[in-house]
């Protein structure tokens, strides 16, 4: 069992230049995974603006794809749909391909997020779907992961794009002196934007979900 994971991109159709977004879109997934290395097959593009990947946990995608949203400059997101389940190799002359639950629960769960973003709450960038056959452990998982997500893209769906970078350095473990110096600011400027954005409500709870002490 695995995490299948489908991104898209939020508004594509509306985008002036989509190749150039995409470009900063493989930047920015690459610089996310060299900076915490957790993806098993890091999102690559498949067709459209769809892109596909593989966590080996729930812990590891929740954390590989929040530093992806926190990377990623106002104008260009993600949403994300997660799904638990086994996906396995399918023989083709055109190459790897994958097949199986877990992604047909990821697709389930990003047409949950495109169903979910018209009504009460907009900012939801990310769910999660088990495939059939869950016990009870990982079902109750999934129920608090995703009410953990809903908050957590509120969040990270209210920050500014300075915000977010800074969000992002704390979590990769920049202090805040190396910060400011980075952003031309100053170091009680950088806390006190951190502290707006709720970032270390952000940075204490990827820490409780990984089991780690912050």
Do not use: C
């Amino acid at each position: 069992m695995v995490i299948a994971v489908i991104a898209d991109i939020v508004g594509s159709r509306k985008l002036d230049d989509r190749v150039a977004a995409q470009r900063v879109l493989d930047d920015t997934i690459a610089r996310a995974e060299r900076d915490t290395p957790l993806a098993s097959q890091p999102l690559t593009p498949t067709v459209g603006d769809e892109q596909q990947g593989v966590y080996r946990n729930l812990e590891d995608a929740m954390t590989g794809l929040l530093m992806i949203q926190l990377a990623l400059p106002d104008g260009i997101a993600f949403r994300f749909g997660l799904g638990v389940g086994a996906i396995r190799a399918v023989d083709s002359t055109h190459g790897a391909l994958t097949d199986g639950p877990g992604w047909w629960a990821a697709r389930e769960a990003i047409e949950t997020v495109h169903a979910r973003e018209p009504r009460a709450v907009p900012r939801t960038r990310s769910w999660i779907v088990g495939a059939p056959g869950q016990d009870e452990v990982m079902s109750s998982t999934i129920g608090a992961s995703n009410a953990y997500l809903l908050v957590r893209d509120e969040l990270v769906g209210a920050m500014n794009e300075r915000e977010r970078r800074l969000t992002y350095g704390r979590l990769i473990g920049a202090s805040q002196r190396e910060l400011a110096e980075q952003e031309g600011i100053t170091q009680p400027s950088v806390s006190k934007s951190l502290r707006s954005a709720g970032a270390a409500a952000l940075i204490e709870g990827l820490a409780a979900l990984r089991g780690e002490t912050s």
